[in-house]
């Protein structure tokens, strides 16, 4: 399990997680407030060649942002979500199943929804600005 002492050493785990992604991959990403998940997804946003990923941040409030690069990377974060049927109404499936990178923060809050297949990458705080990631390729 890679311990990331900087955020810099987190966006670097995400960059090199972008590099084994394959059109149409899942990213489930499980951890506390403060964990390093929209850290790690810029992270992955720079690997997939998006554009100034530095200005990826979290969709608290909109749910979905999509961003273009080598492939697309739709960024999920479902912090607020109340409960899974409010995904329904956004067509969650042509995302989840698409041709592009699917990235969900707060994954855990909808496990009966994920796809059997993915990468799920946990995040524990371990430090100050140390985190401790967990990366697993689900078949």
Not at 7 to 21: K, P
Not at 42 to 55: D, T
Not at 60 to 68: A, P
Request: glycine fraction near 12%.
């Amino acid at each position: 399990m890679p311990i990331s002492k900087s955020v810099e050493e987190t966006l670097s785990i995400g960059e090199r997680l972008a590099r084994r992604l394959k059109k149409g991959d899942f990213v489930a990403l499980i951890g506390d407030l403060g964990s390093g998940k929209t850290v790690l997804t810029k992270g992955i946003a720079k690997g997939l060649g998006v554009r100034n990923p530095r200005y990826v941040n979290s969709p608290t409030f909109v749910i979905i942002k999509e961003y273009k690069g080598k492939l697309p990377l739709y960024h999920f974060d479902l912090y607020r979500l109340d409960h899974p049927g409010m995904l329904d109404a956004g067509n969650f499936e042509e995302y989840f199943y698409g041709d592009g990178i699917t990235v969900v923060e707060w994954a855990d809050k909808i496990r009966g929804l994920l796809p059997k297949k993915r990468w799920e990458v946990g995040l524990v705080v371990a430090g100050e600005n140390r985190r401790k990631i967990s990366i697993t390729k689900r078949q």
